[in-house]
């Protein structure tokens, strides 16, 4: 792949930044992919009031015909995008091929969502003091702009999670992308553009937070700041922001639970691999990933080897390699931080059952048993791919383990009871319990976000997103 040198899409020209510039580097080997513009706040200013001053007249049709344009284009171009992410991020090919279907539903989704008109009637005759009146619900796009900030771990699946939406209800959004993965998130900002989208509707400021995230989050002109990444920056966002609409999508620690209802036969392989794939698809680097793993002790032992025989049979290496299902984590530092909560569980008394070796910023598929709750890898969330193996004695116990967790994100359930489905539908303090399957399966579609540090509860999805930014007006009339 050839040196990118990449500019601002700003005010519908692509600009140099004010502030100079910075390297993108491939976490595999250590070469430099590209280089992306550093914005200034002067540059955000404007940004900001350009968007501020246009207003869409964009039809439903004509929205949703962008979109579809969007998805035709990603299709012809689906191995140029997944070579990108891959490049930047260290991701396998596997990983980057699987996210570009999923920014393809995004699309999608968003096309289909464009056209339907939520608004609803409301009858007023309906008590002793009614009247003959109706009531009727619209939505409206926001008076100010939506800035969107995103995380590394899908670079272009959580661009598309924030400007689709944006895009169907004639918002104008201004996205921040993470400095780790800027170029994938320009090159689809252009195959936007391509599909007819007005430059005012979304613009793209690269950039250092440190310089540039406070005046993107305090601006007059922005009404919505809709962020994924980390609780820290979250919650440093949520105190700045001030008298403004927020959207926080942070980070989880979600569990597979595994029940001994299922026996040791072919069910207990069908919990392995759900443990596996949730554990090492996109190098762990979810923030739905199981990142702890709760089975029920009279089947624990049996489990773990079969997760050992799974994860020895996961390959990883060259993330370029079509073979390798897994490559890098982000970076040497994320290694290292991940290479460091192994050791330490193992000098706390956990037992390593397989992988643990770090080369750079590749980590191999790590399985580690006799882990306790109060062990550093699973009490924080540890973004790579680690199975740390809990076990349990009851329901009431597993329950407990799970809400004993600042986070609240998701979480996976393998039982064929449906007293105990129901018992952790009800009881776990998360957003959504995906019973048979991993916490992070999910519809582009439909509602997901978490509770506790991992979020305030404003959903994402492409439904939900919509209804977040836009504001829902009432008019009424006498009939
Ligand atoms: N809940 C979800 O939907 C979801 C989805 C994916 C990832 N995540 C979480 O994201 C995290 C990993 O991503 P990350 O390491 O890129 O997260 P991060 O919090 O380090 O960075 C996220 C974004 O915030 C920006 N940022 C940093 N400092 C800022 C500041 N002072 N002001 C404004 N913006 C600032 C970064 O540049 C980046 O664009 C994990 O915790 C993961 O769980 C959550």
Known sequence: MSYREELLRLRGERVAGESGRFEVINPFDGEAVGSAAKASRAQVEQALLYAKQFRSTLSRFERSEILRRAAALLAARADEGARLITAESG?????????????????????????????????????????????????????????????????????????????????????????????????????????????????????????????????????????????????????????????LELGGNDPLIVCSDIGEGAELDRAVQLAAQGSYRNSGQRCTAVKRILVQSSIAERFTERLVAATEAWTFGDPLDERN???????????????????DAQAAGARLRCGGQRDGAMLAPTVLDRVRPEMEVVLEESFGPISPVITFETVDEAIALVNASRFGLSSGVCTNRLDWATRFAQQLQVGTVNVWEVPGYRTELTPFGGIKDSGLGHKEGVQEAIKAYTQLKTFTLPW
């Open 91 to 247: 991701l396998s090919l596997q990983d980057s091929r699987y996210e570009i279907g999923r920014v393809s539903d995004v699309l999608v989704f968003g096309a289909n969502e464009a056209l339907r008109d939520d608004g609803q009637v409301f009858a007023c005759d309906l008590t002793a003091h009614g009247r003959q009146r109706k009531v009727v619900s619209m939505r409206e796009p926001l008076l100010g702009v939506i800035v969107a900030i995103t995380p590394f771990n899908h670079p272009i699946n959580q661009v598309a999670h924030k400007v689709v939406p944006s895009i169907a209800s004639n918002n104008r959004l201004v996205l921040k992308p993470s400095e780790k993965v800027p170029l994938s998130a320009l090159w689809f900002a252009d195959l936007l553009y391509e599909a007819g989208l007005p430059p005012a509707m979304f613009q793209v400021l690269t950039g250092d937070p440190a310089e540039i995230g406070e005046a993107l989050i305090t601006h007059p002109a922005v009404e919505l700041v809709t962020f994924t990444g980390g609780v820290e920056i979250g919650k440093r966002i949520a105190r700045v922001a001030g008298y403004r609409r927020t959207v």
């Open 325 to 343: 299902a897994m490559g890098t984590v982000i970076d040497e530092v994320a290694a290292r931080l991940l290479e460091r909560r192994v050791n």
